[in-house]
């Protein structure tokens, strides 16, 4: 089996929905209020919340690492606390229904799309600075990650996926997993339509400045 079996099959099969929720999530459009940018963190928060419970039951001891949570939904959190969200409020939220993973394989489909999607994360950053004066430090760390930590995870997923004959079973049920891991990034980012916590008020870029200061009022 060639380097790239089961991770070139399953850069083919999920194309059309990574292609499809890309074009809908206009993210230029939803950082253009802090308005709209909380509810795209709040919808983020509900989905990676979701898919880190189910992660945290799957047992990848055997490939050397464990799967955190919480884990990027606690960085969601903290961005969303520096804009008013309560951190109580949140954890309230009712969870998009997501199915149980049962084996490894589903585990490492899913890993894909959550993990794959936090490297390309930070090539949005400048674009956050550019709209609503935001940072790594200042309420779009969700976006700058854990570093050296976000690509350990991403190259011992990638290594368990390698292992995998494309052909099998189980490579059948990796790339099942992924696809219904978009369906449900899908279904969050763009079909739901669940309000925002709390109600945002859209102010200047001063307002991104006292956060960073430390005062939310």
């Keep these: 089996m060639s380097k790239a079996g089961l991770l070139g099959?399953?850069?083919?099969?999920?194309r059309p929905l990574h292609d499809d929720l890309e074009n809908r999530v206009d993210i230029h459009t939803r950082l253009r209020s802090f308005a709209l940018y909380t509810d795209h963190?709040?919808?983020?928060?509900?989905?990676?919340?979701?898919?880190?419970?189910?992660?945290?039951?799957?047992?990848?001891s055997h490939l050397g690492f464990s799967y955190p949570c919480p884990y990027r939904s606690s960085l969601l959190e903290d961005d969303l606390a520096l804009l008013g969200i309560d951190r109580d409020d949140l954890r309230q939220q009712a969870l998009p229904e997501y199915q149980r993973l049962?084996?490894?394989?589903?585990?490492?489909?899913?890993?894909?799309?959550?993990?794959g999607s936090a490297k390309g994360a930070r090539t949005i950053l400048p674009a956050i600075k550019d709209s609503l004066d935001l940072d790594a430090n200042h309420g779009a760390s969700f976006f700058y990650g854990f570093g050296k930590e976000t690509g350990r995870l991403w190259r011992a997923c990638a290594a368990g996926i390698e292992a995998i004959d494309a052909q099998s079973a189980d490579g059948d049920t990796?790339?099942?997993a992924a696809n219904?891991?978009?369906?449900?990034f899908h279904q969050g980012l763009v079909a739901d339509t669940m309000a925002p916590l709390g109600t945002i008020?859209?102010?200047?870029r001063a307002k991104a400045w006292r956060f960073r200061q430390g005062h939310t009022t």
């Design 9 to 14: 099959r399953l850069r083919s099969a999920t």
């Design 102 to 115: 049962e084996t490894v394989t589903e585990g490492l489909g899913c890993m894909y799309v959550v993990e």
């Design 174 to 176: 990796v790339v099942t």
């Design 180 to 184: 219904e891991t978009f369906s449900m």
């Design 201 to 204: 008020k859209d102010e200047p």
């Design 41 to 60: 963190l709040t919808r983020l928060w509900r989905l990676h919340t979701a898919a880190e419970q189910a992660l945290s039951t799957v047992d990848f």
